[in-house]
């Protein structure tokens, strides 16, 4: 079936410190997706990336969406405590609304 | 503007019962989704509304799972019997169109199934 690998799985750093969190797919999206979820919330939209080789930043977030257009990366420059929570990458085809979803990188911020 | 909200916010049954969930979309938004997520994996999509029709409902696991949106406003998702591996957390996302359109997600319910 269709799968998304979303890697790191966790991550446990510093403040202050830069992360980097990617996803890989072995089919092609025409849109990715990056996500956060705070607990106890449901998942908030934080970056949208709708062409190939796109490069998008939202604040602290940097975003990519890859050439081939089976693969995306998120950074986070300069992580701060309230960064902690779960990042989830998701795709799109076409004009389905349907999002498949990576498995999640739980993030840990250590002050 | 009131985002998409959900109820119970947690639901706690027995294997065998009847739960419902109930989903509140953004007032004017034709999309509906329901999304479930077990446990350290990933979401998963279940359905897809627009207005009160379905138009996607390859995610769904069985037909112990029956989802309706009379009238195209809230949804709700019945799970009937439930089992063990319907514990998880159930999102409903909504959002105005469908492709490339932000899903604005609300906050899940959490089902656990003993």
């Known amino acids: 079936g269709q799968q998304l690998n979303q890697s790191p799985q966790s991550m446990f750093i510093q403040e202050g410190e830069d992360v980097s969190m990617n996803c890989t797919s072995s089919s092609i999206f025409n849109t990715w997706l990056w996500y956060k979820q705070d607990p106890g919330e449901g998942p908030v939209l934080l970056i949208a990336l709708y062409k190939a080789g796109e490069l998008t930043s939202n604040g602290r977030l940097t975003a990519q969406f890859g050439i081939t257009r089976k693969d995306s990366f998120l950074n986070i420059s300069a992580s701060i405590p309230s960064d902690v929570g779960i990042y989830f990458c998701?795709?799109?085809?076409?004009?389905?609304?349907?999002?498949?979803f990576g498995q999640g990188t739980t993030l840990q911020v250590k002050p | 503007e009131a985002g998409v909200t959900q109820f119970p916010s947690h639901s706690v049954i027995e294997k065998g019962q009847t739960v419902t969930l109930r989903c509140d979309p953004i007032s004017g938004h034709d999309n509906l989704y329901w999304y479930r997520r077990v446990m350290g994996k990933e979401i998963k999509f279940l359905l897809h509304f627009v207005k009160e029709s379905k138009q996607d409902e390859s995610g769904m696991p069985n037909n112990r799972f029956l989802a309706e949106r009379t009238g195209g406003t809230y949804s709700t998702l019945k799970v009937q019997p439930a089992e063990l591996e319907d514990s998880g957390v159930y999102f409903c996302?909504?959002?105005?169109?469908?492709?490339?359109?932000?899903?604005?997600f609300g906050p899940g319910t959490r089902l656990l199934v003993l």
């Open positions: 998701a795709g799109q085809r076409g004009n389905t609304g349907k999002l498949i």
């Open positions: 996302a909504s959002s105005q169109r469908t492709g490339g359109e932000t899903q604005y």
